[in-house]
């Protein structure tokens, strides 16, 4: 755990736009066969998060295993990530942070998304999709 916990300091205090290389420079591996499958394996890893979303569960941490070993093994993803996260600062920098009512925004799209969820729940249940007695007492 304290190798862990150096490295992710490490990734922190990093200079923005530069992070991510610096991880691909200090965990880049020469062979060729544990490369391929430290990818397959971080691919793996951000596809089953994806597939599995909608389940209860630590699923960002698995899309950040899986980036993170990615980027330590390709340089090309890991430079498309350093410019990923200059682009999101300074969007966030310009648009998002001078935004007066971000808080009502994210108040808004979280009701939204909440009646978006009831519904097509509702109608699942009516077309059948969903059992009439699954649930106790709600017959």
Request: glycine share 8%; hydrophobic share 50%; with cysteine.
């Amino acid at each position: 755990m304290g190798r862990i916990r150096r490295q992710l300091e490490q990734i922190r205090d990093a200079e923005p736009g530069t992070r991510f290389n610096e991880v691909y420079e200090r965990s880049h591996v020469r062979s060729f066969a544990v490369r391929v499958t430290l990818l397959a394996v971080g691919s793996l890893l951000i596809l089953a998060s994806a597939v599995t979303f909608w389940l209860p569960g630590p699923n960002w941490v698995l899309v950040f295993f899986g980036l993170a070993i990615v980027c330590g093994q390709s340089q090309w993803v890991a430079r498309k990530l350093d410019a990923g996260e200059l682009a999101l600062k300074r969007w966030h920098d310009e648009r998002w942070a001078p935004y007066r009512h971000k808080r009502a925004l994210l108040a808004v799209g979280a009701l939204v998304a909440i009646a978006l969820a009831a519904l097509l729940g509702w109608y699942a249940w009516r077309r059948g999709w969903i059992p009439h007695g699954w649930i106790p007492g709600l017959d």
